[in-house]
Nanobody
């Protein structure tokens, strides 16, 4: 059974930084792509960042976070990270970690930005940015 557990959320002031972590278990972590999505109240789930399997040679970012957020993975720790810098109030949301389905054809070429392409999700961690 695949499980994803996010941590690291909280409340910070605008301009600050946070690092989210997502610990995975239940299948060989390194073989699957990972992604971060977020959902603010009243809005659809939004792609934040993705990283391909194995060494994570390919990454992708949502337009609103590009240049401020960095996704990385540590296969030895079965963990994916999201470093968030220069945070803005509009980054306030619940952040979800997700991992690709078995047999995903887009991995390892480019991370998918489509939520339905990810088969397993964490419970989310809340991030609140105050102005």
């Amino acid at each position: 059974q695949v499980q994803l557990v996010e941590s690291g959320g909280g409340m910070v002031q605008a301009g600050g930084s946070l690092r989210l972590s997502c610990a995975a278990s239940g299948r060989p972590f390194s073989r699957y792509a990972m992604g971060w999505f977020r959902q603010a109240p009243g809005k659809e789930r939004e792609f934040v960042a993705g990283i391909t399997s194995w060494t994570g040679g390919q990454t992708a970012y949502g337009v609103s976070v590009k240049g401020r957020f960095t996704i990385s993975r540590d296969n030895a720790k079965n963990t994916v990270y999201l470093q968030m810098n220069s945070l803005k109030p509009e980054d306030t949301a619940v952040y979800y970690c997700a991992t690709s389905r078995e047999g995903s054809t887009w991995d390892p070429f480019l991370p998918s930005e489509v939520p339905s392409e990810y088969g397993y999700w964490g419970q989310g961690t809340r991030v609140t940015i105050s102005s």
